[in-house]
Nanobody, 115 residues
């Protein structure tokens, strides 16, 4: 069974930073694309950032340069560095791994931005 396990969420004040981690149970090169999505209460799940097996990155426009997706191939882990967080960033953040045939999701990690 393929597993994606997120960690690093928590409660932060506006303007603070968090780094989320997504640990995969197999080589991240087995995924064409890995990414982060988020879902706030009452809203649809939305793309945050993606990184392909070739290192190409894609970001949601709303980030305005605040987030960075990266990977550590040796650790089979993808990261999301989140800076200058604001309350609108409050959501459950999900890791996603996509192959040509199947997509996998982690259980999510809660990020709450509040003073």
């Amino acid at each position: 069974q393929v597993q994606l396990v997120e960690s690093g969420g928590g409660l932060v004040q506006p303007g603070g930073s968090l780094r989320l981690s997504c640990a995969a149970s197999r080589s991240i090169f087995s995924f064409d694309i890995m990414g982060w999505y988020r879902q706030a209460p009452g809203k649809q799940r939305e793309l945050v950032a993606q990184i392909t097996s070739g290192g190409r990155r894609n970001y949601a426009d709303f980030l305005k340069g605040r987030f960075t997706i990266s990977r550590d191939n040796a650790k089979n882990t993808v990261y999301l560095q989140m800076n200058n967080l604001n309350p609108e960033d409050t959501a459950v953040y999900y890791c996603n791994g996509q192959t040509a045939a199947v997509g996998y999701w982690g259980q999510g990690t809660q990020v709450t931005v509040s003073s």
